[in-house]
Structures are given as C-alpha cells and as structure tokens.
C-alpha cells in the first residue's frame, strides 16, 4: 500500500519556527515529485511547495517563499518542509503528495489541478499562536 506519512507539527509562537517531514511506505520517492498543501480551518486547500525529484528545482507560493524551505532526502525516502519566521496566518493541517508525472504537474496540483497528485498524507496539525 502506498502511503505519505507526515510529521513535526505542533505548537509554535509567532516568529518560531518547525520542520515537517513526509515520509513514504510502500514505495519509493526517487521519481516523484512532492507537494506541501495546507488547509487552514474555513478555507480551501493552499498549495505551499513542490520539489523535482531529481534536479532539485523547487516551487513557493507567494505566501511563504523566503520563509519556507522544502528538501529530499531520497536515501531516508523522505521530504522536509522547514518552515522559519512562523506567523498565525500559517496555522494549517499540512499535507505532503507525490506525483508520479513530475515537477511541472507537481506545480499544476498547487494550482488546484489535484489529478496529477496521486498519494495523499492524512496531514499534521501546525498552529501559530502565542
């Protein structure tokens, strides 16, 4: 069964900062590329970042490029999203997804296209507030 694991949420004071990780079973995330999402209670799911599973190349939403890092390690089969200078408005479930058609679609899924996203995380709860 394959399955996106996702881990390192929690309670964090404005400014702070917190390091998710997405880790696969069931299969391998050398040829996938991962998406961030984040759903914020009330609102549509936000795509946040995607990374290529091979090149490096990486993708921000306007909301948090400067603030958030997203990297692999394919060795741990696994994605981080480190998130730096934590604000209340980053209060969110966040969900990791692998997409099998690569880094370009990876970036449509941010957009809303969720077709070429095929494994979903159950999410992990990260909330900003002092």
């Known amino acids: 069964q394959l399955q996106l694991v996702e881990s390192g949420g929690g309670l964090v004071q404005p400014g702070g900062s917190l390091r998710l990780s997405c880790a696969a079973s069931?299969?391998?995330?050398?040829?996938?590329?991962i998406g961030w999402f984040r759903q914020a209670p009330g609102k549509e799911r936000e795509g946040v970042s995607c990374?290529?599973?091979?090149?490096?190349?990486?993708y921000y939403a306007d909301s948090v490029k400067g603030r958030f890092t997203i990297s692999r390690d394919n060795a741990k089969n696994t994605v981080y999203l480190q998130m730096n200078s934590l604000k209340p408005e980053d209060t969110a479930v966040y969900y990791c997804?692998?997409?099998?058609?690569?880094?370009?679609?990876?970036?449509?899924?941010?957009?809303?296209?969720?077709?070429?996203?095929?494994?979903w995380g159950q999410g992990t709860l990260v909330t900003v507030s002092s």
């Open positions: 997804a692998a997409s099998g058609g690569g880094f370009r679609l990876c970036v449509l899924g941010l957009r809303g296209q969720d077709r070429y996203l095929e494994v």
């Open positions: 069931g299969f391998t995330l050398d040829y996938y590329a």
């Open positions: 990374i290529s599973s091979s090149d490096g190349s990486t």
